[in-house]
T-cell receptor
Framework: DAGVIQSPRHEVTEMGQEVTLRCKPI?????LFWYRQTMMRGLELLIYFNNNVPIDDSGMPEDRFSAKMPNASFSTLKIQPSEPRDSAVYFCASSLDALRNSPLHFGNGTRLTVT | AQSVSQHNHHVILSEAASLELGCNYSYGGTVNLFWYVQYPGQHLQLLLKYFSGDPLVKGIKGFEAEFIKSKFSFNLRKPSVQWSDTAEYFC?????????FGKGNQVVVIP
């Protein structure tokens, strides 16, 4: 199993540009999560999907952030327009059944730097 | 919503020393408890988990954690650390269908 795959590993962009982060969950996992990690706030849940449907997006900081899951094997997190305070590591995670006993499996993360 | 507190964000210790990381949570219902580890430059990996049964949980790499319900705690321990245990450790609590992470403990083990 290749695990959760995220791309790109690093992204450096200028303020105002659109940023798209990508995630491929583990095959068969019905839950997909997007987290943001910063020194100040630690790990924050942004949004999660169950069977490709967004369930809880209350952690999405602003309308500049949007996430989609067009199919069971792919999700995107988009920031438009990006701002320097969006700089963080963004993790995608998947789980077989998050409402019961399955742990999360994390991807390697995307380190985003907005200048 | 539940919250998770981890104390002593930065811990520095020598090899063979004992490690204990505290984790307290605030949620009165049924919880599932986790410790995740993030080695430098890597993603988070599950270290151990508690769902029910014996409150003393054994994990990988010699780690264990004890769930004390009356104290709302799930502290992580390792009797003798190695240099390779240098990492960031996150406590996570799942309750009411939400998973909350603590801010992590940065542990540095000096050879």
């Amino acid at each position: 199993d290749a695990g959760v795959i995220q791309s790109p590993r690093h992204e450096v962009t200028e303020m105002g540009q659109e940023v798209t982060l990508r995630c491929k969950p583990i095959s068969g996992h019905d839950y997909l999560f997007w987290y943001r990690q910063t020194m100040m706030r630690g790990l924050e849940l942004l949004i999660y999907f169950n069977n490709n449907v967004p369930i809880d997006d209350s952690g999405m900081p602003e309308d500049r952030f949007s996430a989609k899951m067009p199919n069971a094997s792919f999700s995107t997190l988009k920031i438009q327009p990006s701002e320097p305070r969006d700089s963080a590591v963004y993790f995608c995670a998947s789980s077989l059944d998050a409402l019961r006993n399955s742990p999360l499996h994390f991807g390697n993360g995307t380190r985003l730097t907005v200048t | 919503a539940q919250s998770v507190s981890q104390h002593n964000h930065h811990v520095i210790l020598s090899e063979a020393a004992s490690l204990e990381l505290g984790c307290n949570y605030s949620y009165g219902g049924t919880v599932n408890l986790f410790w995740y580890v993030q080695y430098p430059g890597q993603h988070l990996q599950l270290l151990l988990k508690y769902f029910s049964g014996d409150p003393l949980v054994k994990g990988i790499k010699g780690f264990e954690a004890e769930f004390i319900k009356s104290k709302f705690s799930f502290n992580l321990r390792k009797p003798s650390v190695q240099w390779s245990d240098t990492a960031e450790y996150f406590c996570a609590v799942k309750g009411n269908n939400r998973l909350a992470f603590g801010k992590g403990n940065q542990v540095v083990v000096i050879p």
